[in-house]
């Protein structure tokens, strides 16, 4: 499955998101640790493991009554919270002037 997965998103894609995640945190004066390329991967595939799974709520997912080591051995839910919304594909400040394009900060995605 991990080598399917990478013939259609490129490792290049998670290293410039944590790239711009890292500018972005850092633009918003967040006082984020930087993240790291692995930290990326590692939240789209919980991401997909929550599409699986399919919990009422985030925070579930690290209870540790429900013992789901996945997510409880791979990063804790404060960390996740924290990438997800500092999570950026692209730099706020490169934006071409008069842009109109909607997508712009997904567009690195397609």
Known sequence: PLA???KYIPRSLFESAAE???IYAQQTDSRMKSC???????LFGLHIAMGNLRFPRVKMYWNSALGINLFLDNMTRDRFFTLR????FVNNLDK???CK???YKVRPIF
């Open 4 to 6: 399917y997965f990478q």
């Open 20 to 22: 711009f995640t890292n």
């Open 36 to 42: 790291t390329t692995e930290e990326i991967e590692t």
């Open 85 to 88: 919304s500092n999570l950026h």
């Open 96 to 98: 071409p002037a008069g």
């Open 101 to 103: 394009d909607v997508f």
